[in-house]
């Protein structure tokens, strides 16, 4: 005889109710859901899996903590993408960055033409994409997952990060910049992505 009888979540807004509910299946059915999705926008943001898996925990801790706001259940995958982010940022804010967000790379600029050079990151397999993106110094690399891969505005990417406007435009290009030399590295040109020299 079952002493207790588990609840069935039919729906994600029956399981975020749970979640609201600090039932712990739901809690855990919640994870399940949304583990592999979320280490993927971790991973985006970190510098080593190590670094991943830290912000994952982080992030969910604060979900759970903070579910009770989600209003409008049928939404949650917008605000739990929403709460990972924020936490990869504040976990960047904390641990690296003034490593290298205003690294200088004037080195850089004479050779490379931005405008150009732009499409063979729009054309790239996304694996070899991510694998460069990781690569970049802590500041680039999180402007361009913030701008490039998530949507965000220069003005959001600013407020976020506790930068200007003008900055977060500045290290876009800048990381642009560094994102094609470094595909120019590996041998990926333009030519060969859309099939002739530009």
């Not at 609840?7 to 809690?27: F, I, M, P």
């Not at 490039?148 to 500045?170: C, F, N, P």
């Amino acid at each position: 005889m079952r002493l207790f009888k588990w609840r069935n979540y039919v729906s994600l807004t029956e399981l975020v109710e749970g979640c609201q509910r600090q039932e712990r299946k739901a809690q855990n059915l919640f994870y399940d859901r949304y583990k592999n999705s979320l280490k993927g926008v971790c991973v985006r943001y970190a510098k080593t899996e190590a670094e991943a898996d830290d912000i994952l925990q982080e992030a969910f801790i604060k979900i759970f903590r903070n579910i009770e706001q989600v209003s409008q259940p049928e939404l949650v995958d917008r605000w739990v993408k929403s709460a990972v982010i924020r936490t990869a940022i504040n976990y960047y804010h904390r641990i690296t960055k003034k490593e290298l967000l205003h690294s200088s790379i004037e080195n850089l600029q004479a050779a490379i033409e931005v405008d150009k050079s732009v499409a063979i990151i729009d054309q790239l397999d996304t694996d070899i994409l991510l694998s460069v993106i990781s690569s970049l110094p802590d500041g680039y690399r999180a402007i361009i997952n913030m701008y490039l891969i998530d949507g965000y505005s220069h003005a959001e990417i600013g407020q976020m990060l506790s930068i200007s406007e003008g900055t977060s435009k500045s290290q876009l290009n800048r990381g642009k910049k560094l994102l094609i030399k470094k595909l120019r590295e590996l041998g990926i040109e333009s030519y060969e992505v859309t099939g002739r020299r530009s």
